[in-house]
């Protein structure tokens, strides 16, 4: 497993984060750490870490990049134009349209529209099968739904896990909820599959 810190803004708008991402994407195909096998390279994130992987994947499909077999997709962050009525409830106090605007402007800065930004409006045809990980106390909810349900229609297998009694980054929080063991199994057992080529699709 290779874990990497990528520029962060305001400091450093888009596209620095994913331009970094692609740096280690490219060396661990070319450079091969460890022995790895540059034809299993599965790739993952969390919220903007979400929003990333899927930036990357496109980038790579369209730019020639290194094979990424699978994608593990947690709660991310989709859509710039921040149409979804989640940021106006009080499931993650002090997270609110306000706190989303000011995140899409200092990140997105004129790119609000550009579809590595705003991943849910892209073209997700021929992207690698992906697991969709949602929650239900997270203003990030249905960004990841929709996008769960767009990867379908463009084709993609993926598999859609909603926890609806969970909140935003419960991934971290192994030692309160066995939610977050279970979460990992599972990105451990779809990227296996995908691995081994035995993806099919399944949503729910």
């Excluded at 888009?14 to 060396?27: K, N, Y």
């Excluded at 697991?131 to 960004?143: A, E, M």
Aim: with cysteine.
């Amino acid at each position: 497993m290779v874990g990497l810190s990528y520029r962060l803004a305001p400091e450093y708008p888009f596209p620095a984060g994913l331009e970094d991402c692609q740096d280690v994407l490219r060396w661990m195909a070319e450079s091969r750490p460890a022995g790895l096998d540059p034809s299993r390279i599965a790739v993952g994130g969390e919220s903007a870490g979400g929003n990333l992987t899927v930036a990357l994947a496109l980038s790579s499909r369209d730019g020639g990049g290194p094979r990424i077999v699978h994608l593990s997709i947690y709660y991310p962050f989709t859509d710039t134009t921040l149409k979804s009525t989640d940021w106006d409830t009080s499931d993650m106090p002090g997270v609110g349209r306000a706190e989303g605007e000011f995140m899409v402007r200092v990140y997105a800065r004129k790119d609000t529209d550009n579809p590595l930004v705003s991943v849910l409006h892209a073209d997700l045809r021929g992207l690698p099968p992906s697991t969709v990980i949602t929650c239900g106390h997270d203003p990030l909810r249905s960004d990841g739904i929709w996008l769960a349900e767009a990867l379908v229609a463009a084709g993609v297998p993926t598999l859609h896990t909603h926890y609806a009694d969970m909140p935003h980054g419960f991934l971290m929080f192994s030692r309160l909820t066995r939610r977050a063991d279970e979460s990992l199994d599972e990105m451990a057992r779809e990227t296996a599959r995908a691995f081994a080529g035995t993806i099919s699709i399944k949503y729910s």
